[in-house]
């Protein structure tokens, strides 16, 4: 976005401005381009407009980063911050799950023909295999965005008008159909006590599609349309890999937790409930959990193995080009195929009849191996910066910061300056991926020309 802006009003040609595009990989230009949205949102939040009283720095740091990587997690409440505060947050947010490299290139299209190295960029954010038909899919997941978040919001409002004032019904409404459908899990309904979404079964339901369709991923959906769309037709379009791995591990993880979700509740959180309204809780519980963080009851009243199920499968996340986080489960897919193809003795991966690329085999390794080694280096430096909370409480924060999910147990309100950086820091990460951190971070891009390689020797292993 801020590219963009850098090439509408700078006069410069527009060769220049490729160029210059040219020259940031793709995660130093989502790097960047965070860290700019971050720090506009943090002068925006620090306006006397913004806020019903003075609030420190580092928590608006906090606040902006929480709101541009959906994350949800918050060192103050958000009544602190007025309607004007509220909407910058809500900016963020639509921002943050879109993706701001997504709607940096989609304005961007609109004013320029790409060449090949911005289409090669490009390529890489999207994560796509060909350029083909590229600014149609940007414009669809624009146009799928505010046309779901808009049906979104009309159908809370349509729920909650007769309870609240048109305009607070309006900005309420708005505000959790965007928070929803970016898997952001940020709420102000505790503002309105009428209008708990908590105890409102359409509500629920409402939310609970809108995180669906959030976390299926853009690229998913764009198939599944052209799939239905040729549906009666010979031959139909065909889903591709990706998709039918989305398709299936969406529905293999929902299942999977919903099912342990309530054999682990159901003396416990869903002890008192009636058959609908376990049903209910366990289908909302088991889609938030990867990678929303709406939670229907405070998580001290959880068990312990409950909240661990919520680490796993929020590590695992949604789908890549979707507005959720974590690895992704695509990424999952991968890294436990090749320990399918390790076990069979095979030098090959593959997954539904195709063999994956050993670029991709190495990326998902190395994806989990750099995501799971932050964790535990976060959850070092926590143990020593606040040493009043016990591991399992940082533990749990950690891994709703680098997660996006933003589940809290209550540690990011009181932690130190020191802790609150980690956590930006996490939530940071967690947005952009450890691989791309680390990408945007090299002082100098090098792609090796060599036409050698070393002698090949093998070592224990085991």
């Known amino acids: ?40 949102g943090t002068a925006l939040l620090a306006l006397p407009q913004a806020s019903i009283k003075p609030i420190s720095l580092i928590d608006l740091i906090f606040t902006a980063t929480s709101a541009t990587c959906v994350t949800g997690l918050f060192t103050i409440p958000l009544e602190q911050f007025t309607v004007f505060g509220h ?31 911005t289409q090669l960029m490009a390529r890489h954010v999207l994560e796509l295999e060909s350029w083909k038909n590229i600014k149609k899919l940007l ?72 995180m669906f369709i959030g976390g299926l991923g853009f690229i998913t959906w764009h198939e599944i349309m052209r799939y239905l769309q040729t549906i009666k037709t010979t031959p139909r379009r065909r889903f591709s890999l990706h998709s039918k791995i989305i398709l299936y591990g969406t529905g293999f993880l929902f299942l999977f937790s919903a099912f342990l979700l309530y054999l682990l509740e159901r003396n416990n959180l869903f002890a008192n409930m ?23 009851s405070a998580p001290h009243t959880l068990r312990l193995a409950t909240l661990l199920l919520i680490m796993m499968i929020s590590f695992i996340g949604s789908a890549p080009g979707s507005t959720g986080s974590g690895v992704k489960i695509t990424t999952i897919a991968i890294f436990f195929a ?28 190395a994806i989990i191996a750099l995501s799971s080694c932050w964790i535990m280096f976060t959850c070092f430096c926590l143990s020593i ?71 090949e020797e093998r070592v224990m292993l085991g």
């Open 1 to 40: 976005m801020i590219l963009l802006l850098y090439t509408m009003f700078i006069p410069i040609k527009i060769p220049m401005a490729k160029a210059l595009l040219t020259y940031f990989s793709p995660g130093r230009m989502l790097l960047f381009s965070i860290v700019c949205t971050i720090a506009f």
């Open 274 to 296: 009636s058959g609908s309204q376990k049903v209910l809780h366990v289908l909302f519980h088991a889609v938030s959990f990867k990678g929303s963080g709406f939670l229907l």
């Open 385 to 455: 910066t606040e040493p009043q909370w016990s591991f399992f409480d940082i533990l749990s924060e950690t891994f709703a910061a680098c997660t996006n999910l933003g589940i809290s147990t209550g540690v990011s309100a009181h932690l130190s300056s020191i802790g609150k950086l980690f956590i930006i820091a996490s939530m940071l990460i967690g947005r952009i991926g450890a691989i791309g951190f680390i990408l945007a971070l090299r002082l100098k891009l090098t792609h090796s020309n060599r036409t050698f390689s070393y002698p």
């Open 139 to 210: 414009v669809f997941s624009i146009s799928m965005t505010f046309a779901v978040e808009l049906i979104g919001a009309l159908c809370v409002m349509i729920t909650i008008a007769p309870t609240v004032p048109f305009t607070s019904a309006l900005f309420l409404s708005l505000f959790h159909s965007v928070s929803s459908f970016c898997n952001a899990g940020i709420s102000i309904f505790q503002h309105t006590p009428h209008a708990f979404y908590e105890t409102n079964t359409s509500i629920l339901l409402i939310t609970m599609t809108l």
């Open 87 to 117: 909407s910058i947050i809500l900016l963020l947010m639509q921002i943050g799950g879109i993706g701001i490299i997504t709607m940096s290139l989609f304005f961007m299209s609109l004013f320029m023909d790409f060449g090949l190295s």
């Open 338 to 365: 090749t320990i399918r193809s390790v076990l069979l003795g095979r030098t090959a991966v593959e997954i539904r009849g195709r063999q994956i690329a050993l670029d991709q085999v190495i990326k998902s390794i």
